[in-house]
């Protein structure tokens, strides 16, 4: 299942010859890809680039917004240190039921959180008895629509030096047509012209998998 606006032959080498993948995060991809959804996953590559920001800030707390399956958490979690704690957020027990029989045979499953509810009460509710700047680490990638009310909630949790990732940030190239306006792909396209001018962060729009946000809350 492609994920990348690269050519097919150059996403092929960057998952087979350069990404470092463990086995358990190839069975889940190869299970997730069977699945009529199978689209949402993110590709490999995204995998190894969040764990590499949670091991360059030194995160101890992240967040997920939208787990589906549970790569991306199963990536981040394991480079979490071993008292850390992902809090991830989804509303499916369906297909994170698939993501917990992963997290426990990887022995991660001790430092996620999973919260079945809608993600912006969970947020909420972190607000209020977490606190503000709590947070090293965010990722979202749920209903594009929210990803602003996402986005604003995640920055008050992260504390200064604190990263949020937002994945799908060029969808399938569709926020680049001027032609092309409907509620997500709008959505997306104000998003990312707002975090490119927001002065609370510093960020960047990399062109992996299906394009990622970047931005880190400044001090």
């Known amino acids: 299942m492609r994920r ?33 959804q ?15 920001i949670v091991r360059m800030i030194g995160a101890r707390r992240a967040l997920e917004i939208g787990t589906f399956t549970g790569y991306s958490a ?34 991660i499953a001790h430092r996620i959180d999973l919260r079945l509810a ?8 972190l607000l209020r008895t977490a606190g503000a700047g709590s947070f090293d680490f965010a990722f979202i990638d749920a209903d594009k629509s929210n990803y602003d009310a996402y986005y604003e909630t995640c920055l008050k949790l992260m504390r200064a ?13 569709e926020v680049a047509d001027p032609n092309v306006h409907d509620e997500d792909t709008d959505a997306l ?11 609370r962060v510093d960020a960047c729009l990399l062109t992996v998998g299906d394009g990622v946000m970047v931005a880190r809350k400044r001090a």
């Open 4 to 36: 990348s606006l690269l050519p097919e032959a150059v996403e092929r080498y960057v998952t087979s010859q350069v990404t470092v993948e463990t086995p358990l995060q190839k069975r889940l991809r190869e299970e997730t890809s069977r699945l009529k």
């Open 189 to 199: 396209r104000a998003l990312n012209a707002k975090i490119r001018d927001d002065r």
């Open 118 to 125: 809608p993600a912006i009460e969970t947020l909420g509710e």
């Open 74 to 107: 199963l990536s981040v979690a394991s480079a979490l240190p071993d008292d850390g704690k992902l809090i991830c957020c989804d509303v499916s027990e369906e297909w994170t039921g698939i993501a917990r029989r992963y997290w426990q045979e990887a022995g």
């Open 38 to 52: 199978g689209g949402m996953q993110i590709s490999a590559d995204q995998g190894a680039l969040l764990a590499l």
């Open 161 to 173: 030096g604190g990263v949020i990732t937002l994945d799908n940030m060029l969808w399938g190239g």
